[in-house]
């Protein structure tokens, strides 16, 4: 099939001449090559279904974990085999590590303490659960397999062999801790490792190993696991106030439901025996652990249960309350031979206490017989355990000084490679923050030159609109003036009064002249950027009546008539040279524009932050301008617009039905 396929890929090939459509085509054939080959390892099941079986699974051993609870172990087997039966013909391989941890949990827990399948399985759990990299998973199989080597220990006679298995497998826990950086299970590690000492009666040695560990790794006062560890503590240190505070806290979790019953009661179950010299304490917890005997998980719980009670009588002199537990203790012992040497030396002490009360001198003998060689033994191993402890504490500390070399080797690497990349990076950066920088540079350059350009062009344009104002406003009424005068001088016959006359209508023109002078001045001032603005409180009225008063000549000669409505209380802020200006250009346009006998009107309003003055004339309005026989360069309203935005003002042009109006708008000095 791959053989076809390229070989189909090469024809297609040959037959395009064009180089990189040939390139692209053959891509294309592989890429539906590997569609092709992916399509055949994917399962054939759809992801409905997929989701579907793994729902199912993970049900399962939801309810796996119940049955386990209940104690219902041949019911726990067969789920197990169902799912792990489906699972296998299903190919759904992401449920192995949990398959195998509860068919470890499932020969641990079992009445016949299969202990080496329970590793088997354990083992398998954990190959998975590497393989899934799921390092919470591994710590909790570690301490799993850890609580097995604990049984077969505890579970027969202690041999060297059985030590070696359960220190190695001790301090693989707390090196995977201190290596992975999780202390879920590193708690109850140390934990369990008290039934150990315990089994020698070594409980100094133990607090010694308990004060190394947690050390580095201290519990939250508040949770759990330090009322389960640290009450062992306090009865140690003798500490009977905090060890109380400890158990009840416990009780108060369990109230809670943040503990179930089973885990409840072997918890209390433990502090009962190590509270049994202390009555008061010990009285406490029995009362809350006597109704939950069926509530303890396994025989060894229960054998710890009838010990506990039964020292607990001989204790207080209730010697028929102590044989009785004693009497329990021992038929559990006859039918589980293989219970813990510990658990069996307790049962045997408390005989011991029980047949000497009674004076059975005999059977005390025989008692004591038994106990001298099960304590002998202990405390020869105890030697040989504290070795096997020690040799493995040096070999697991240069395993873990070694795994810290390497993570420090590694990380060494990790930091020279990122001083190499940031040295190229911090490069590359500099490359572009230079080439950036020579951007801007050609970037402002370019902007210099076009401002430059423009500046140009606006000047050239004003010296354009110069000439075309002396051509016209300037030259004509030069012209008109001179022609007029030369007559009155070449007219030797003209009255006083007919020259007086002659120079009267003049003076109009003369006006006009003037201020076409002014605003050619400012103009030029304002294109050059030599503005001073220096703003001051003004009086609208004042200002325009002084410009009326200026204007009366024009206004007379053309017959108009002036309606004044501006508010005598309005004042506003602006420089007053510039506000003149304002005025009497607005007012000369309108007297431009307006026909003879025609009428301006000036009206005013306040529209906040400003006050408005309006100029209305009779004139064709903007509009029509074209058609009116007076022409203008229209260098007075644009001045007005220049002189307004360096006041902060508003200007505003309308025509309406009357002719045309102008609106100011400049800073109300009340507002």
């Known amino acids: 099939m791959i053989a076809k396929i390229i070989f189909f890929s090469v024809t297609i090939c040959k037959r395009i001449n064009h180089m990189s459509i040939r390139a692209y085509v053959f891509l294309f054939v592989l890429l539906i090559f590997n569609l092709f080959s992916f399509s055949q390892t994917t399962p054939n099941k759809s992801i409905s279904s997929y989701t579907k079986d793994t729902t199912y699974i993970r049900s399962v051993l939801t309810k796996i974990t119940t049955l386990y609870y209940d104690a219902r172990h041949d019911s726990v087997l067969i789920y197990l085999d169902k799912i792990s039966a489906f699972s296998k013909k299903n190919k759904i391989e992401i449920f192995n590590p949990e398959i195998y941890f509860q068919y470890g949990q499932y020969y641990r827990g079992h009445t016949q303490y299969n202990w080496n399948k329970a590793l088997e399985m354990f083992n398998k759990s954990l190959y998975w659960a590497r393989k899934r990299k799921d390092n919470e998973f591994i710590e909790e199989i570690n301490y799993k397999k850890l609580t097995v080597y604990s049984d077969i220990f505890l579970g027969s006679s202690t041999s060297y062999a059985k030590q070696g298995n359960l220190v190695k497998q001790l301090y693989e826990n707390i090196r995977f801790s201190e290596i992975s950086k999780s202390k879920k299970s590193l708690y109850k590690t140390i934990y369990l490792f008290k039934d150990i000492y315990y089994t020698y009666k070594q409980d100094s040695s ?15 006062p508040t949770s759990i696991n330090y009322q389960i560890i640290y009450f062992g503590y306090f009865i140690y ?11 009840e ?19 209390i179950n433990d502090m009962m025996r190590e509270s049994l010299h202390y009555p008061s304490l010990c009285s406490t917890i029995a009362t809350q652990l006597k109704p939950r005997l069926n509530q303890l998980p396994g025989r060894t719980d229960s054998l710890t249960y009838y010990n506990n009670f039964s020292t607990f009588y001989l204790i207080r002199k209730q010697f028929s309350h102590a044989e009785n537990y004693n009497q329990l203790a021992k038929n559990l012992i006859d039918k589980t031979p293989n219970l813990p040497v510990t658990c069996r030396y307790d049962f045997l002490i408390n005989q011991l206490s029980i047949l000497e009360h009674k004076n059975e001198l005999k059977k005390s003998i025989e008692i004591y017989k038994k106990v001298i060689p099960i304590k002998d033994s202990l405390n020869s191993l105890f030697s040989g355990f504290n070795l ?13 000084k070694e795994f810290q ?18 040295r190229e990076f911090s490069g590359l950066i500099l490359s572009i923050v230079v080439l950036i920088i ?5 970037g402002i350059q370019i902007r210099k030159n076009r401002k430059q350009t423009n500046t140009l062009l606006k000047l050239t344009s004003t010296q354009n609109t110069l000439f075309g104002v002396i051509g016209h406003d300037l030259r004509s009424p030069v012209l008109a003036a001179y022609t007029n005068i030369k007559k009155v001088v070449n007219n030797p016959k003209l009255t006083a009064d007919e020259i007086r006359s002659s120079l009267h209508s003049k003076m109009v023109r003369l006006n006009t002249l003037l201020l076409t002078l002014d605003n050619l001045l400012y103009w030029s001032n304002s294109q050059q950027k030599s503005f001073k603005r220096k703003p001051v409180q003004c009086n609208l009225l004042e200002i325009i009546e002084e410009c009326l008063e200026l204007l009366e000549t024009n206004i007379e000669l053309n017959e108009l008539s002036i309606v004044n409505e501006v508010d005598p209380t309005l004042e506003c802020i602006i420089d007053e040279n510039h506000f003149k200006i304002i005025i009497r250009n607005l007012l000369q346009n309108a007297i431009k524009f307006s026909p003879a006998g025609g009428s301006i009107t000036l009206t005013s309003d306040t529209r906040p932050p400003f006050v408005t003055i309006s100029v209305l004339d009779s004139g064709p309005g903007f509009g029509n301008t074209g058609n009116s ?14 002189l307004l935005e360096i006041n902060n003002g508003e200007f505003e042009t309308t025509d309406t039905a009357y002719g045309a109006q102008v609106t100011i708008s400049v800073l109300n000095a009340n507002a």
Do not use: W
Request: aromatic letters at 12%; charged letters at 30%.
């Open 388 to 400: 096997i402890l020690l040799q493995e504490q040096i070999a697991s500390d240069l395993k873990l």
């Open 206 to 220: 133990y607090y010694s190993f308990f004060d190394k560990h947690l050390k580095d790794n201290p519990l939250t």
């Open 405 to 422: 070399k390497e993570i420090e080797l590694k990380k060494y690497e990790s930091e020279q490679f990122q001083i190499q990349k940031f």
């Open 629 to 642: 026989k007076q022409k203008g360069s229209g260098l007075g309203l644009t001045l007005v617009q220049s």
């Open 237 to 247: 240190k003798k500490d009977l106030k905090k060890a109380r505070n400890c158990f």
């Open 438 to 442: 020579l951007l801007i540079i050609i």
């Open 249 to 267: 806290e416990l009780s108060k979790f369990h109230a809670k439901k943040k503990l179930s019953d089973m885990v409840y009661a072997y918890y």
